[in-house]
């Protein structure tokens, strides 16, 4: 079982960037969809972004243009490069991984504070 601790969020003004880690420990990811949602106060939980086995990826439309998801699996980890952030990208972050055998994501790290503010 995959095991995810995310890093890198904090305060960020506005038009700013930030990028997040996410470390995966206790089986090696290098097959499995990797993503990132978030969750703002008060709303539900969101999809931002996924990067497959393959590398593809996709973005919400809110992110599309501005957020970079990107993987290396030979350190199991997966990024998130947030650039132009805006107030309404201030979230709790969470990376999640589904394996090849699942139908939905099934490991969920901790979560990280990202607050876009001046």
């Known amino acids: 079982q995959v095991q995810l601790v995310e890093s890198g969020g904090g305060l960020v003004e506005p038009g700013g960037s930030l990028r997040l880690s996410c470390a995966a420990s206790?089986?090696?990811?290098?097959?499995?969809?990797l993503g990132w949602f978030r969750q703002a106060p008060g709303k539900q939980r969101e999809w931002v972004t996924t990067?497959?086995?393959?590398?593809?990826?996709h973005y919400a439309n809110s992110v599309k243009g501005r957020f970079t998801i990107s993987r290396d699996n030979a350190k199991n980890t997966v990024y998130l490069q947030m650039n132009s952030l805006k107030p309404e990208d201030t979230a709790v972050y969470y990376c999640?991984?589904?394996?090849?055998?699942?139908?939905?994501?099934?490991?969920w790290g901790q979560g990280t504070q990202v607050t876009v503010s001046s």
């Open positions: 999640a991984s589904q394996r090849v055998s699942a139908t939905s994501f099934d490991t």
């Open positions: 206790g089986s090696t990811f290098s097959r499995n969809t």
């Open positions: 990067i497959t086995g393959f590398g593809s990826t």
